[in-house]
């Protein structure tokens, strides 16, 4: 039965998508932008640097076929710091080294940045462990670029706000995130900034978090003194970072003991599934710890989300009530929509309703709680994950007011319904809520 | 007169005390909880690891009994690292080294997890001086697990997030929140990571407010670079650190110098018994300071103290006219009870009257009042201890913006209770309040 | 037209001026304070380290004369840490070194703190770097503490708040703010500590947002090995710092570059200055970048600016419309006053009419607004300046909801005025808003 209405659905959603005019687009080098919204947007040139397999585009100062001992006699003086740096990366060290051009290339007409892809040919284990991890869904590192751009408010916002988002998201697209150039070290991504460059700030505090554990204090006190070039297994360090833990021995397969799904869900713990992945995260844990603390800590934070959860779904609860009762102002169809919203606007209300898309031209209420899961939950989430004693406490104290919050403004709500019921007050006009602060000013922007 | 009152005063208060079921508890491994509350709570497992003396329980995993080599010889395969921390300690390296049995005894079913009287046993000294504190009262390191048992919100929030709290109070039960397991370094335990683990954070931002100061930079510069193998006494630093302004010396009394009680209450800085304690800072700071300075920075805190003090009292009298006039609502009989508020229920405002547990189930108003003068004012007194600018000029920003809320929302209240008295406005139900974010699901998951 | 309006205009203010009596005062030890507002407040002790040249007396613990030797066989045992850290100097190494007395003076009861003077006969080309950003007005370094002292609310705050302005304003009045005494490192101070000591939190969070970005976080991790005794030039840091951006080869001109008037008001990215000062920052980034890189992030920047500036000109419409009705409540006029206050109480909206000073006393939206564009906007501005992707974000975010909180309370305060000219409610007392946070008690603090 079930089977059968996919069978039916497909080819409906698929007319909808095409009459409405939102295709997946294929990328091209300049030209219109990328994904399901590329007609909304025009890539600026910096998404070159950030996505450089489908938008950078050599700059075509120097015209000629160089080798490497050119490039380097050149690039000595223009940019001493990047030949530095090769020179004492492994590349250069190496008995047959890997020169500017092996990535590059060497028409300097034509010079590449390199992707993924490149650095695979040779690192070919890292790399298929990074696109493996696509099996797991989004979050996750390889998906993060393809997701951004599939996201409504992607073309709905001004870009120079959504260039905030694409930096980190570029990831997905190139190797420089972790492993900066030139050294390309892996030391360096051991550590922890190599991390939280992104992973910091909500709705993912894992740089705050981590460094307010004890963890995070042991390294941040003697962490200097550790020799980063020994591999992520046990033993080789007195306290672990996020690359020992979420890629232990090397494994660039980030979400593989992934629990909880980050914090953005509610998940069974009593699955055998989840079953599997607990007894991952204990042998890790029991590099150091008794199996028997490593066991209870994971219970603890189960704990931990089912009091979120609680407090979540009251949330939730009241605000579809508040939708079936058409009490929520403004209504989906008062808003500005988003690209995709001209053919089915409602209000999305939690994870499963895709509420991840709406930052923006939802009502107060619906932002509350949105704020309430995306950020307070997650930071609660991530405190209880990595040890923060105070932001569990300040997460759970902020989605307690959040939750009070709401119930006051959905009683408010009422309250003014009423009033226009009686003709006491004029509802307020629809228009109002079309020139949000996004609104004026977006389109123009992409 | 007085000594008479007290006399009358504690058999009617021990006679209460048990006829409403609330007497101290002691504590026992396994079964209920710990202290004055012991009956509203069950120890969870991770308890065991904060809590060794009353709560910890062998993993039984092994039989046998052991001694030193053979732990290490097993333990060097099954938790490296922890061997290798121990090999580089002071404990192996001594002639007659300590060893895995010293501290945990040797018959696997019965391994302990060692107390401060277990390491007081060699360390004398030390564990003298952190047991002397207990003189000061609370805040002490060891008072702090005995009064968070004995907090009534101990037993009244879920345990979950009660957790957060307890983790860093275990200060009080275990060395190792400082000297991490298992090199036990003093070297390590005189950096400033050894105490920000715990404070950090409201409402005792030490963390964010030395490390603005410029004492707190230099350490970040440079901190890596010092011998913290040296004692913590003049000429050793370039610059001081929690440790060597708190526990000069090294001795094992923080509280031994405090002069304003941690910012918690208003002191009087003209008595002898102040003059004592500012000399003792006065000599310290001229470890590398010019004493008229020092003298002056303290005369500066002194004047911080007193803005702070005028706005937290108007804020404190705006709420005590408001209790005497009875509009505070929820009441304290409308409330959630906390277990001890049976009995005697009343609105508590200020810190004489134990507002320090009034985190929960109380009116708007009277949780805008704990904020300020718990987080806000707290902030503000660290931040002009520890020397960050910015920090002070946030939290009296902050004070003065919660004094006008306060001021406005007292206003409120008067208008609401004069419609409610014109039968404009029906009084809302009691029963709204019984029904709070804490009180559902609390006391089955304690 | 217009030099004739000044030759008019100038003896109109000097005469208003005199007779309001604010006549820029010349600075004196002891006596009242300094600047415009001199009659107003009177100098603590501290302020003779802050401002030593007008504000220090010599302790007079001591007489006699002394040179070097003396001074540090005695301070051996009373401050060894600063000895030792001279001693570790270059003043101490020189072949003809710099001792004590040069710098101090050798009448131990007219011992001198040194002003930037002393350290510039040395240091010629420094201290004229440091004094010739005197040219591009405020901010800078050269007139933080002149600019600091004619700021109305100087005078018109608690002095224990002000001070928390004033001690990093101080760098405009000794050296070290920066270069730490006694081994004042230059290694020292091109690290990034040297400046986020004052450069942190709102309204200037270059702390936050440097050590968020890619460049801080390889400081964070590596930056403890690099080699601080290199100059500020090309090829010699892996990572940019705060000094190898702003005063890079060493130049003590910070200002050298200012693009965007750090963020404060809009520029017009188009005029040949500003192509002048693209360039500079260009060449600068080309250290390691391509320069269309450079270029683009740049440009990038102009349209963060673009949409910074879109939501702050929105809200300061609705401030002035509110102006030109007379709806501000409080008015200017039912305010505490200023110092400058008698004469001509205005609402000042926006940067251009001076709304720094407004940090007190003004309404709760006027408040908003100076929030919105101080802290929000420039948090915003660092970010993007910086490379906090997060920060740009949540800046932004903060400016959308801030001009969502303004257009509402502007709604709010039409319906406020029209009930009150119907009758409906009462106008609220002006003497309610004179007796705000920061009046009763200012004047007899200062």
Redesign the interface.
């Known amino acids: 039965m079930r089977y059968r209405l996919k069978l039916i659905a497909l080819p409906i959603v698929a007319l909808l998508a095409v009459s409405a005019g939102f295709v997946y687009v294929h990328w091209s080098k300049g030209g219109t932008g990328a994904g399901l919204y590329s007609r909304h947007w025009s890539p ?3 998404q070159g ?1 950030w996505d450089p397999e489908n938008f950078y585009q050599s ?1 075509e100062i120097v015209e000629g076929i160089f080798e490497a001992e050119l490039c380097v006699q050149c690039h000595e003086g ?8 090769w020179r004492a990366s492994r590349h250069a060290l190496n008995i047959d080294p890997v020169s500017c051009n092996d990535c590059h290339g060497s028409d300097h007409q034509q010079l590449r940045l390199p992707t993924p892809e490149v650095c695979g040919k040779c690192h070919g284990k890292q790399h298929g462990e990074f696109q493996d991890e696509a099996r797991y869904g989004f979050p996750s590192h390889v998906l993060a670029m393809e997701r951004a751009l599939d996201a409504p408010h992607f073309a709905d916002k ?4 959504v ?3 694409v ?2 998201h570029s990831v997905a697209t190139k190797c420089d995130s972790c492993h ?1 150039r030139h ?1 390309f070290d892996a030391a ?1 991504a051991r ?4 991390c ?3 992973h ?3 709705p993912h505090p894992d740089d705050e978090t981590y460094f ?3 963890h995070g ?2 390294y ?3 962490g ?2 550790w020799d980063w070039s020994k591999p992520l297994i ?5 306290a672990p970072t996020c690359a020992y833990c979420h890629m232990d021995g090397g494994r660039h397969q980030v979400a593989h003991k992934s629990l909880w799904k980050f914090g953005l869900r509610e998940i069974n713990p009593h699955t055998s599934k989840n079953q599997v992945l607990r007894k991952r995260w204990i042998k890790l844990c ?8 490593a066991a ?2 994971l ?2 934070l189960d ?2 989300r ?2 979120a959860w ?2 979540l779904y ?1 949330a939730e609860a009241v605000l579809k009530d508040l939708r079936s009762e058409e009490l929520l102002r403004p209504a989906a169809d008062e808003r500005p929509p988003y690209p995709m919203g001209s053919l089915w606007q409602r209000e999305r209300i939690g994870f499963f309703e895709g509420q991840a898309s709406a930052f923006y031209n939802v009502s107060a209420i619906e932002r509350d709680y949105f704020e309430m899961w995306y950020f307070e939950n997650l930071g609660a989430y991530k ?2 994950a990595h040890g923060s ?6 997460g ?1 104290d902020k989605m ?1 007011a959040s ?2 919050r709401i119930e006051t403004k959905a009683k408010e709500l009422r309250n003014l319904f009423e009033a226009e019921q009686k003709g006491e007050i004029a509802p307020a006009p629809s228009e109002l809520w079309m020139k949000g ?2 609104t004026d ?1 977006n389109r123009d ?1 992409n």
Do not use: F
Request: proline fraction near 6%; aromatic fraction near 6%; include cysteine.
């Open positions: 600026d040139p910096v640097y700059t223009i940019t001493p710091g990047i030949v530095a740096d001004p870009k120079a706000e260039q905030s988002c930096q980190c900066t050294r360096e550590r922890p900034e190599a939280v460059t992104c910091s700030g909500p307010a554990s004890a204090q042991l941040r006190a003697e200097s003194d046990k033993g080789n360090y007195k029991s590099d150091c710890h008794e199996e028997s603390k209870q800590w219970t603890d704990q931990e089912k009091q609680k407090k009251k405190s209880a004693m105070a932001g569990i406490k300040s759970h307690a939750l009070d602060a996004y000013y922007h």
